[in-house]
């Protein structure tokens, strides 16, 4: 990181705002998140992150993996003001070779909208892309992806999001004229009667024992897997788990559901009014057993006034398996980058048993707090 403090851009300001003229240049500096303060990431935040704004600030340290991977996300300031930040979570993978390597996955990128068309997105991209040697990212926007594009990286859809609203209304406008039961939501009373083979499942708080679930988790993770000879896996090792789950802010929202030799990992919280459960794990069993789990999920999200239950894989046969209880279905943009040309081309056949807890996807939404 000794090169950011040092990376300096000017740029013609073309479409004047405020009192700039076109004249103007925009002088700017790509210096490390770590070198500036809380007051200014939080003045950043609210601004592009607004929901999340506290959460980052408080957490950034444990939400972009500092301490676990030494790299550091990087912003681009003006004088104290930060205009563009690209964040970044560490994340092992394992080749097809069964060489571990480690990646960094992009998230949280954005350029305060009076600075963007000004090449500062592209400029922090291309300094993100120094801090290691392979990357990934996972439902980029249209933005972004140009950008992406521009400095080489490579897309394909490799991930399906599998979601199913119980309580649909509350997504309408009309929702607050009306009152509707949960107990009497269609879908609800449909898929009462409707899964009749779900698991007899154990449910736990995963902090009333979080070491012990996440050893057996661990454990999981440790045995072989067969790779394909083109693809990329993602490697889960204790000590990710320890950061991703023990030292998660939000570990009291964590349910462990065991069954058979099956494990599940569930976030259950609230945004926006809506009371959501995410299916961050699930793995160690057939793939019989694996259906009857998200069945049990499925109803125990029932009786819990869970609104949507949601997931994402890239198993591709996972999501026609799905249909009938996460109907609603959409593919989601994945991009990568390597300076290493077989890196690179096994990265873009998509990461293999990709799940939500690799990402920030189920780190990206706003919490009612």
């Known amino acids: 990181m000794k090169c950011l403090s040092n990376t300096k851009k000017k740029w013609p300001m073309k ?54 991977s030494g790299i550091t996300p990087i912003v681009a300031i003006i004088g104290d003001q930060i205009i563009g930040h690209a964040g970044l979570m560490p994340v092992d993978l394992l080749s097809p070779q069964g060489d571990l390597f480690q990646a960094i996955w992009f998230t ?3 350029v305060l909208p009076e600075y963007q068309k000004h090449g500062i997105g592209k400029n922090l ?18 933005l972004s992806l140009r950008i992406f594009k521009k400095v080489g990286w490579d897309e394909t859809c490799s991930a399906i999001r599998c979601a199913l609203p119980i309580h649909p209304l509350r997504w309408s406008s009309l929702a607050k004229y009306f009152f509707w039961p949960k107990s009497l939501s269609p879908i609800s009373l449909w898929l009462h009667l409707f899964i009749r083979d779900a ?21 999981l993770e440790k045995s072989p897997k067969k790779n394909s000879e083109a693809n990329v896996r993602i490697s889960r090792n204790e000590n990710w788990l320890e950061w991703r789950l023990l030292k998660y802010p939000f570990l009291e929202d964590l ?10 990992i569930v976030e259950k919280f609230y945004s926006h009014g ?29 009786k819990n006034n869970i609104d949507l239950v949601w997931l994402h894989t890239n198993d591709p046969d996972l ?15 994945f991009a990568s980058w390597s300076k290493d040309t077989c890196r690179r081309e096994e990265l873009m056949g998509g990461l293999i ?17």
């Open 15 to 68: 479409n004047s705002t405020t009192a700039m003229t076109s004249t103007t240049a925009i002088d700017y500096k790509i210096v490390s998140l770590s070198s500036v303060n809380d007051n200014q990431r939080y003045t950043f935040y609210k601004k592009v992150f607004p929901g999340r704004a506290s959460f980052i600030t408080k957490h950034w340290k444990w939400l972009y993996g500092v301490e676990r």
């Open 319 to 333: 999501p026609k398996e799905l249909k009938s209880i996460l109907p609603a279905q959409k593919a989601m943009r």
């Open 274 to 302: 809506i009371c959501r459960a995410h299916i961050l794990y699930l793995g160690g069993c057939e793939r019989v057993s694996e259906l009857k789990l998200y069945k049990s999920i499925i109803l125990w999200s029932l």
């Open 125 to 142: 991209t291309l300094k993100w892309m120094e801090l290691c040697s392979s990357q990934v990212t996972l439902t980029c926007n249209d």
């Open 108 to 110: 949280d990128f954005a």
């Open 255 to 264: 349910y462990f559901f065991e069954y058979n030799g099956c494990f599940s």
């Open 353 to 369: 048993g990709l799940q939500a807890i690799d990402g920030d996807h189920s780190l990206t939404h706003d919490r009612d707090i």
């Open 199 to 219: 698991a007899p499942v154990n449910v736990h708080l995963l902090k009333d024992d979080a070491g012990k679930f996440i050893s057996l988790i661990a454990d």
